[in-house]
């Protein structure tokens, strides 16, 4: 059945990343995947996370089904960080949280569940965005529009263009936002900016859905979360798809959540119900391990500390990358000013390389990044950075 089929296209992203590996080059550089490595070119298993699954194995009696929506003390670790353990919204009872399948999982079946119940609304994303923004939701049907977002001038957010944008858009569509670390630009709103983006939200009337991928690796575990507390507030319906890929470093247990929050708990319960029919029909019910593990780390206060210092040394260590990245280009005379670069958050930085610059780095210098210039700030190490600036400046000369 597959003859007359021609090949799909490789992704933008995970495609680039075959290729690296085939690549034979002992000095080449991955600087497209969005995954962390620490100085050693390494993804780490974070030590909490290590103490935890230690204690798993000599405590687990069962590898039973877990419920549907998932372990009940995982949605509640989950909603303790994202709303703060005080809050409102979880005493009540206006937040449901199902883990699912990564923070890819949690937007598929929120997108399944409001194609249900909204079929008209389109979807709005940033431009730029995630490169798998689009594909899942036009996998699930949605017509995609984009909104404003990046200014490639001043290297900052065109917020006029931005809140123009949001104005215009009506009741019952759905604008997904980056709630810290905007992947790929790596250029956050301010707190000021995120006062008007949650006031229009509310008086428009459409539905907020935030992606919220890298708690912890913008300024802290509770101030990265400050948006995400603003919508709440609100008492509006609301959407956060959540992720422990990277500030728990379990990428391959593939465990993220998705939390609904309704105006009321008895809208919520519903809310829930028909999720959970989503669910069961897509993967029936969630893998336990990472949930489990990253619950075991969420609920006990030495493992808590340590993997709040963990999350720090990843996020400090991202920083000065950025640092060395920068004064390293600036040392080899570089034309242009990419001083901007220090002022991003998170794992990715939109370097202003052009797509001429990205393929000759990577024909010439097996260095890969991302058409479109994103790169990962994390793929850089002391041992590789000389090479990398040294390349960088070799192609922009060339």
């Known amino acids: 059945m597959w003859k007359e089929v021609e090949p799909a296209p490789a992704d933008a992203i995970l495609g680039l990343t075959e290729i690296f590996k085939k690549d034979s080059n002992p000095q ?8 962390y490595k620490d100085d050693q070119g390494s993804t780490p298993i974070l030590k909490c996370i290590k103490t935890a699954e230690k204690r798993l194995v000599e405590t687990q009696k069962t590898k039973g089904y877990l419920p549907i929506s998932g372990d009940p003390s995982y949605a509640a670790n989950v909603q303790k960080l994202l ?10 009872n206006r937040a449901m949280t199902i883990h699912s399948p990564g923070g890819t999982g949690a937007l598929r079946v929120g997108a399944d569940l409001l194609k249900q119940f909204n079929p008209d609304a389109k979807l709005w994303v940033s431009s730029p965005t995630w490169a798998n923004h689009k594909g899942i939701f036009s996998a699930a049907k949605f017509e995609i529009k984009d909104y ?15 809140r123009a944008t949001l104005e215009s858009i009506p009741a019952g569509d759905i604008v997904l936002l980056h709630v810290c670390c ?25 539905i907020p859905f935030l992606d919220f991928a890298y708690q912890g690796f913008g300024s802290s575990i509770e101030k990265d979360r400050s948006a995400v507390e603003k919508f709440a507030a609100t008492g509006v319906d609301l959407f956060i798809a959540s992720s422990f890929s990277k500030n728990l470093g379990l990428y391959n247990e593939r465990t993220g959540a998705l939390t609904m929050v309704s105006p009321t708990a008895s809208e919520a319960t519903v809310a829930m119900s028909h ?21 075991a780390v969420l609920s006990d206060s030495a493992l808590y500390d340590q993997w709040v210092e963990e999350v720090a040394e990843m996020r400090e260590r991202i920083k000065a990358m950025r640092t060395k990245l920068v004064d390293g280009l600036v040392e080899r005379g570089v034309e242009g000013d990419f001083s901007f670069i220090k002022s991003q958050r998170g794992m990715f930085s939109f370097s202003g390389l052009s797509d001429e610059t990205v393929e000759w780095l990577r024909e010439n210098k097996s260095i890969y990044v991302v058409k479109g210039g994103r790169i990962n700030l994390a793929g850089l190490t ?3 950075m000389d090479y990398v600036c040294d390349s960088i400046a070799e192609a922009l000369k060339a």
């Open 148 to 162: 404003p977002y990046y200014n490639s001038e001043t290297k900052d957010v065109d917020f006029d263009a931005m």
């Open 275 to 295: 999720l959970k029919k989503i669910i069961r029909v897509n993967y029936s019910n969630p893998p336990a391990h990472g949930g489990l593990a990253a619950s």
């Open 382 to 384: 002391s041992s590789n």
């Open 83 to 92: 709303f703060g353990a005080e809050s409102e919204v979880i005493s009540s």
């Open 182 to 206: 905007h992947n790929p630009t790596g250029v956050d709103l301010s707190d000021a900016q995120w006062d008007q983006v949650v006031s229009i939200a509310k008086s428009k009337g459409w």
């Open 28 to 35: 080449k550089v991955n600087l497209g995947v969005g995954v």
